[in-house]
């Protein structure tokens, strides 16, 4: 983004294997704009104060979403997380073996906790978009 668009942007990353972190340290993708958080995602939005433009979760146990990830207080914490105009993007698997159960959590939690949300298909994912748009 900095040499494309000429933007720098703030980076909250949550990871709670610390040796990922270790990793993204060793390899430069610590920055003073790129802040590493060794901590739980489930357990972060709990405990979060700061409010973001943007959100992205990409929460895998090898190929299972943590159970907790997918609860509707684990999406409406995070929801809380967004500020003004804020974008929630949810990265989720969507190929043969994963298609019904991402189709189910879709319909019977996120659209619970977002209305307006959409399942946009990027095979063989898909993201589940939703943008916290307010009047006044």
Known sequence: ???????????DGVEVNDK???????????TDKV?????????????????YDLICIDLFNDDQVPEGAEKENFLIKTKELLKKD???????????????????FYKNTFTKAFPNGR??????????YWKLEQVG
């Open 1 to 11: 983004m900095s040499k494309q668009y000429g933007l720098h942007p703030e980076v």
């Open 86 to 104: 804020g974008i929630l993007l949810i990265n989720r698997l969507y190929n043969k073996s994963y298609k019904h159960a991402t189709a189910q």
């Open 119 to 128: 399942l946009i298909r990027l095979d063989p994912n898909c993201l589940l």
């Open 20 to 30: 990922v972190i270790q990793l993204c340290e060793k390899y430069g993708y610590k």
């Open 35 to 51: 802040h590493l958080i060794n901590d739980d995602a489930l357990i972060y939005v709990n405990t979060c104060h700061k409010k």
